[in-house]
Each structure stands twice: as structure tokens, then as C-alpha cells.
């Protein structure tokens, strides 16, 4: 019954998006048509359905309904709870649910919130958020139900992928999802924009606060796979430039692109069709990823299936809503009017730097995810890797990164260069006193000084914009700018100190043998067998301690599943403030020796605490935004209370 | 001085701008692809047309049987990998993945060594039943069998 129910409610949601797009195409037509009165309750009903189906799965995983076939194969009853609803958006089916519901959820969000834009950008908006959703929803109920029965139902399921069993798959997915469906309604604001011609600043300023939320998960969400990544797979990487981690980078570089053109249109009324072009652009790099990662040309723990059906479906999408938008885009990019002007040396000039920058990064990451596709239609077989993406995309990083440390002092409109001496002078210092101390003192190779000397100047500039200024009324969306920009600086920290003093030993050792790995001594106490709920492991204990000091026990594990049958190595993680010491145990060498693989990764969490930072920057520029709204709205509906004895106006008259 | 000019001008100036960087930013993606996108061979391939001592690459085909040794330190390997026709040996130091066994394919990441050794970096194995590298996936079934039977 519950299969039947998530399916029904499915197939509504996804007739209420056809519903939504005809009644918006027609009220945007015939102006003061009553067919417009339906979208905005087309597009609320649309949410609440989807997000039943959805409900309705993951009733479906926590009970363990081997009848549906989609449990049957990823399920399996002995799993911990938890996994078992993650579960339920670990595999194909269940993640495009997850999908089309957070499209459903941002489009019922803004045509439940949104009252600020004119009422046609809306309904072309809303519009084109439910063309979208039903390209999705088609894809989901023609090729891909996840409600599909399984006559007769199975004894017991097959298990998820080891590897998928882990908090992280509860958290990442869900984050990232938000995110990158969450960019839709960039997509649909910018073509609701071309549609109606009306790109201004407050338009801007209503499209800001949604680029501003779905960029904090997604921020969020690439956080937490990195880190996810970084101990799970046990190779003590934290980013490999695999096409599904760029597939989820690309969306984030033309959102964080979006983000600043954004404010710019708000603040300045500049940079009109360049922030329309960004809004298409976000949300095409997330439908790409999706092909990318959903199509099975790819291989990774993320391509669930391997089925040209669906990938042809997908890419017939992609060249529907991209091409679509783009064309509309050349079509309408004339008739938008010119903007403000601006001086080079302004605010302005130094976010167009960053713009042009983020979309020469994405523009170089797009062209090397999609080379090796490209060179296969060639029949010639390449990967490409971090001695690509590393330089290559260093030559625009980090130009950006000294913008990034100077701009946020520069005024809008125009500024002179004397007025911001000093601080330039001190950011330079800085930067320069690094790069001379790392060179000279700790010989540190070239990139990471690099990055380091940056990170110096990025965290002292992103202090500055705060000199002279009253602390306690500063508005918080600057302090939001303060914070996300240091947390740039602390995450480019993390990663060059990592690069330039990570020891690591590989060593095969007797038990009660001691390895010695940086200021670590670790000693193999011993290796025994543990069991836990879906798997057994070989589990080491080892003894570590910093330089001398007392003694830390790490347990990492080589675990066997048996459903399905694979294994797994659970690395073992000490943490300072300094770093982590990173432990891995694989097989059994000869004579009783046990191969251990150990990591000394001095200031690797900062990588992590930086992108929450960033994260958090964007929550306190949202949380700004919404309250700054929030008062001009009650201070609206004081002035209108006051005025209202004056002009008494007729009550309309609602149609049903 | 930008601010001297007329609007068209200056989105004209803002437009070139950024074409300019994006060229920019293709030609070099265009030109360091082509210097730094790893490469795969098979052993035939590599013994027909050896890549640059120390160029990244990737060596895909079937550990042979009874080429697997493990040197004194417990973590050091040394295999051939054959596809029927060519052997290529190969040294690795590390943990090796848990399907990585003899008979078995493989596809290892690194550089060949002046002495004709391939050093591998890192070893991918196929996963599980559903996991495999992909050019192993794509290896002719007859080229799998071939190599099997080579090898046994």
C-alpha cells in the first residue's frame, strides 16, 4: 500500500507541475487571466505531494519492504537503522526522489514566501521552476520508479555498498542536494527575469537570499564529502579530482560567481545580464554533474547504474533546459539595459576580477572532467589528475586570492588607490614575510608556499574592511563577508601545510614493534578479531605518542561484509590542534608482521573547519538579509496601517 | 577613466575582458591537457610504444599467476602484468586493495621506470561484482580469456 501510495502521489505532483507551467504560461500571455490565481497553490500542493513520496520511501527502507524491488536490492534487515534510511537515497531511484522533491520544495518555498517580485516575473518564475521539475519527474516515473514492485517479493535484501554505510552517506547526499537542486530556482529566477525583461535591483535583491542559501549547502555538502572521502576510503586524500567531486565543484564556482554579481546588481544595479548568464550557468553545472555522475560514464562509488537508457534520457534533458536557457539568454541579453557604470578601481571592478576568475576555474575544471569522454570518442583512453587541475587552475586562484584580500576594502563605484595604501601595505607585508620565513627557514616547495604566504594575506585582509567600524553595529552580512573570506584563508591553510609536511610511513611490523611517523611514535600492541552488527574486522590496536608524551590508542579495522561479500579498511583517526595522525591497517605480511600505513597530516582539519566557516559566513549574510526584510516589511505595513483611514479601497473580490 | 567612457563602451570593455580571460583559460586547459592527461596502456601497447620514463600513466591488464612476490620489508610487491602478448613487471609499495589477487585484473596508476619496471603509485582492483575499473570493463572478453589462459 505504501509503494502504491509514494507512486500516486508521484504521479499527482508531477501532473500539478504540468498544471503549474500551463496556468503560469497562460497567465503570463493574457495578463489578469484567473488561471494565475492556480500556480502559486499548484506549486504549494506540488511540494507537499513530492515530499509524501519521498516519505513514503523512506517508510518504506526503515520497514525493510522487500516487496519493493528498490529495497530488495539495496537493503537488507540486519543494517543499522540509520543506514537503512539513508538507504533509501543510496541508489539511483531513491536519489533523483530526493531530487525532484528538493525542486518541489524550492518552488513551494518561494510561491509560499516570495511577495516581492511583480507578480509576472513570479509566474514566469514558477513557471519555469515546473518545466524543469516535469523534465525531472518524466525521467524519474518513465525509467526510473522507485516504487517498482518485486513479484515476488524477496526473502532478504542485498545489502548497500559497505562503503555507503557510514554517518557521512546520512549527512552528504541531503546536504549537497539542497544545494545543487537548491540553484534551480537561480535558474528559474533568471529565466523568469529574461521572460518578463525585468532585471533590477530588487530583483536581486529577491534572488539573493536562495543563492545564498542553496551556496551554503552546497558548501556545506562538499565539505562534509571531502571529509567523508578523506576517511573512508583510507588513502588519506581529501580531494582527487575525480569527475564526481568536480561535478559538485562546478555548481559551487559558478554559484560562489553568482553570489558577489548578485550583491553587485543589488547594491550598484551593474552587472545585469552577467548575473542572469551566472544564474543559468549554476544550475546547468548541477544538471551536467547529475548526467556526469547519473549516466554511468563514469565509474565511482556514486554511478549507481550503468544504463545508456537513462544517460541518453539525461542528456536529452540537459540540451532541453540548457539549451533552452542559453538561447533565450542570446535572445534577451540585448533588450536588458545597460547598468551602472564603474570605475576599474572600485568594488565592482574587483568583483568582476573574481568573476572572471571563478568562471576561468570552472571554465578549466569543465574542460578536464569532460577529456577523457572526449578522447574515448577517439578511442584513446586518458585520465586526468591533480598534475592538471593543481597548476592549471593555480594560474587564476591565485591572482584571485590577492583580489580577494584587497577588494573587500575598496569602495563602491570608484576609489583611489592612496586611500587604501596603508592597509595594501600591511597585506603585502605580511604575505611577503611568509613567503620569505617558508622559503628561507622551512624550504617549503613552491605551491604550497604559495598557498600559505595567501592564506596569510587572505586572513589579515578579511580582518581589515572591519578597521574604524563600530563592532557592535556593524550589519551582519558584513560580518558574514569577514568570517567566509577568513574561512578561505584557514581552508587554503589547511590545504598547503598538508601538502608541504604530511609524513608518511608504510611499514610492516611485529606486534609490539614500534613505527615512527613525524613527532609520532606508534607502537603495535596488538591485532584481534572484533564482530560487529552486518561485519566481522581485524582490528589493530595501536599505541601512539607525540613526541614522548602519553600514550593515545587508535583501533583502525579491515572489516568483511557479508552483504554483500567486500571489504573495507576503517582508518583510525587521532586528532590535535595541529593535525591528525591518520591510521590504516591492510593484510598480514610473512612471519607474523601486520602491513600498517600511517599518516602524520599537521593542520589537515583546518581544510574542514575553514569550509564551515565559509559556511557559516553565508548563514550570517542570509540571517542579515532576512531580517533587514523582515523590518522593511513591518515598517511597510505601519505606513500602509497609518495611510489606510485615507485612501479606504474596496475589498477584491477573490475567484475560487 | 573607465568611468570617462560611454555605457556601451564600458559593457564592451567588460565584455572583452572576459572573453579574453576565458580564451586564455581554454587555450591553457587545451595545452597542459595534452602535456598532463595520464595515459592508459596495456602491456603490448607499452612494449610497442614505451611512454617517457617518469610520465604518468596507467597500466591496465591480468596479474599473472605466480608473478606475485612480496619482497623482505612485508609491504613492497612485485607482479607482471600480461595481456597475452606482452609482460610488463611491476613494483608497488603500499596496502594493496582486498580483491588484488593473481588471475585477476588490474589497473595501476604511476610511471615507467628507465629499466623498463612500471612503478605503480597506486593499484585499483575490481571492487566487487559491480565496481570495476572501467577499462577493465571494456577489455574484450576474448582479451580477458586469452589472458587468463596465457597465465595459467
Known amino acids: ?656 | 577613466m573607465t568611468s570617462a567612457l560611454k555605457p556601451k563602451h564600458q559593457r564592451l570593455v567588460l565584455i572583452l575582458v572576459a572573453v579574453a580571460a576565458l580564451i586564455a583559460a581554454a587555450l591553457l586547459a587545451a595545452w597542459a591537457l595534452r602535456n598532463q592527461a595520464s595515459y592508459f596502456y596495456v602491456p603490448s601497447d607499452m612494449a610497442a610504444n614505451p611512454p617517457e620514463a617518469g610520465q604518468a600513466v596507467r597500466l591496465g591488464g591480468m596479474v599473472e599467476a605466480g608473478s606475485l612476490k612480496t619482497l623482505a620489508d612485508g609491504v613492497t610487491i612485485e607482479f607482471v602484468v600480461g595481456d597475452g602478448t606482452a609482460r610488463v613487471p611491476v613494483i608497488f609499495s603500499g596496502i594493496v586493495p582486498d580483491l588484488f589477487v593473481e588471475g585477476s585484473g588490474v589497473v595501476a596508476e604511476g610511471s615507467l621506470r628507465p629499466d623498463g619496471t612500471f612503478k605503480a603509485d597506486n593499484l585499483l582492483a575490481k571492487h566487487d561484482e559491480n565496481y570495476m575499473p572501467r577499462e577493465l570493463e571494456d577489455m574484450s572478453a576474448a582479451q580477458k580469456r586469452e589472458a587468463v589462459a596465457e597465465t595459467q
Request: proline share 5%.
Open chain 1, 1 to 656: 500500500m505504501i509503494a502504491e501510495f509514494g507512486l500516486a502521489a508521484l504521479w499527482l505532483s508531477a501532473a500539478l507541475a504540468g498544471l503549474q507551467l500551463l496556468a503560469g504560461f497562460l497567465g503570463l500571455r493574457q495578463s489578469g487571466s484567473e488561471l494565475s490565481a492556480l500556480v502559486r497553490p499548484a506549486a504549494v500542493t506540488q511540494a507537499l505531494l513530492c515530499a509524501l513520496s519521498f516519505g513514503a520511501l523512506l517508510l518504506l527502507f526503515a520497514r525493510t519492504d522487500l516487496s519493493v524491488a528498490l529495497v530488495a536490492k539495496n537493503s537488507h534487515s540486519d543494517k543499522p537503522f540509520i543506514f537503512k534510511l539513508a538507504g533509501a537515497w543510496g541508489n539511483h531511484e531513491g536519489s533523483m526522489l530526493l531530487w525532484v522533491t528538493v525542486m518541489a520544495l524550492a518552488g513551494g518555498l518561494i510561491a509560499f514566501l516570495e511577495r516581492r517580485l511583480p507578480e509576472r516575473t513570479m509566474l514566469a518564475t514558477l513557471a519555469s521552476q515546473a518545466f524543469v521539475g516535469l523534465g525531472f519527474y518524466a525521467f524519474l516515473l518513465i525509467s526510473s520508479n522507485p516504487f517498482e514492485r518485486l513479484v515476488p517479493a524477496a526473502a532478504e535484501g542485498a545489502g548497500l555498498n559497505p562503503l555507503l554505510q557510514d554517518i557521512g552517506l546520512a549527512l552528504h547526499p541531503p546536504t549537497l542536494y539542497f544545494g545543487y537542486v537548491g540553484l534551480s530556482i537561480a535558474f528559474s529566477f533568471a529565466v523568469g527575469a529574461l521572460l518578463t525583461r525585468q532585471v533590477t535591483p530588487d530583483f536581486a535583491k529577491v534572488m539573493r537570499p536562495w543563492v545564498l542559501g542553496a551556496w551554503i549547502f552546497l558548501t556545506l555538502g562538499i565539505t562534509a564529502g571531502s571529509y567523508w572521502a578523506y576517511y573512508e576510503l583510507g588513502w588519506g586524500g581529501w580531494w582527487f579530482w575525480d569527475p564526481v567531486e568536480n561535478a559538485s565543484l562546478m555548481p559551487w564556482l559558478a554559484a560562489t560567481a553568482l553570489l558577489h554579481s548578485v550583491s553587485v546588481l543589488a547594491s550598484r544595479d551593474a552587472l545585469r545580464a552577467w548575473t542572469i548568464m551566472l544564474g543559468v550557468v549554476a544550475f546547468s553545472m548541477s544538471m551536467i554533474g547529475t548526467f556526469l555522475v547519473r549516466s554511468g560514464i563514469l565509474t565511482s562509488v556514486h554511478a549507481f547504474a550503468v544504463d545508456p537508457e537513462r544517460g541518453t534520457f539525461i542528456l536529452v534533458l540537459l540540451a532541453i533546459y540548457i539549451g533552452g536557457a542559453l538561447a533565450l539568454f542570446a535572445f534577451r541579453a540585448g533588450t536588458i539595459a545597460e547598468g551602472e557604470r564603474f570605475s576599474v578601481l572600485s568594488r565592482e571592478g574587483a568583483l568582476v576580477v573574481n568573476n572572471v576568475a571563478l568562471s576561468a576555474i570552472l571554465g578549466i575544471v569543465l574542460l578536464g572532467t569532460l577529456y577523457p569522454l572526449l578522447t574515448e570518442a577517439f578511442d584513446v583512453r586518458v585520465s586526468v589528475g591533480p598534475p592538471y587541475f593543481n597548476p592549471v587552475g593555480a594560474i587564476f586562484f591565485l591572482p584571485m586570492l590577492v583580489v580577494l584580500a584587497i577588494g573587500p576594502l575598496l569602495r563602491w563605484r570608484r576609489d583611489s588607490f592612496a586611500r587604501i595604501r596603508l592597509p595594501v601595505i600591511a597585506i603585502a607585508v605580511v604575505g611577503s614575510a611568509v613567503l620569505l620565513a617558508g622559503w628561507l627557514i622551512a624550504g617549503i616547495a613552491l605551491m604550497p608556499l604559495l598557498g600559505m604566504s595567501l592564506a596569510a594575506a587572505v586572513a589579515v585582509g578579511s580582518f581589515l574592511p572591519l578597521r574604524g567600524r563600530s563592532l557592535r553595529r556593524l550589519p551582519l552580512p558584513v560580518w558574514g563577508m569577514v568570517i567566509a573570506h577568513f574561512g578561505i584563508a584557514v581552508a587554503l591553510f589547511g590545504m598547503a601545510a598538508d601538502t608541504a609536511f604530511t609524513r608518511e610511513k608504510l611499514v610492516a611490523a611485529q606486534v609490539g614493534e614500534t613505527a615512527r611517523v613525524g613527532p609520532w611514535s606508534v607502537k603495535l600492541a596488538s591485532v584481534d578479531p572484533v564482530a560487529g552488527p552486518n561485519w566481522t574486522a581485524l582490528e589493530a590496536r595501536l599505541l601512539a605518542s607525540y613526541r614522548g608524551g602519553g600514550e593515545h590508542e587508535l583501533k583502525p579495522q579491515a572489516r568483511s561484509f557479508w552483504t554483500p561479500p567486500q571489504q573495507t579498511s576503517e582508518s583510525a583517526l587521532l586528532t590535535r590542534w595541529n593535525g591528525q595522525l591518520y591510521a590504516v591497517i591492510g593484510g598480514e605480511a610473512e612471519g607474523g608482521r601486520w602491513q600498517l600505513r600511517l599518516w602524520w597530516k599537521p593542520f589537515v582539519t583546518w581544510i574542514w573547519y575553514g569550509g564551515v566557516l565559509i559556511a557559516l559566513g553565508g548563514f550570517l549574510a542570509l540571517l542579515g538579509r532576512l531580517s533587514g526584510d523582515l523590518r522593511r516589511r513591518s515598517a511597510q505595513a505601519k505606513i500602509a496601517a497609518r495611510r489606510a483611514p485615507e485612501t479606504v479601497s474596496e475589498p477584491v473580490e477573490v475567484v475560487a
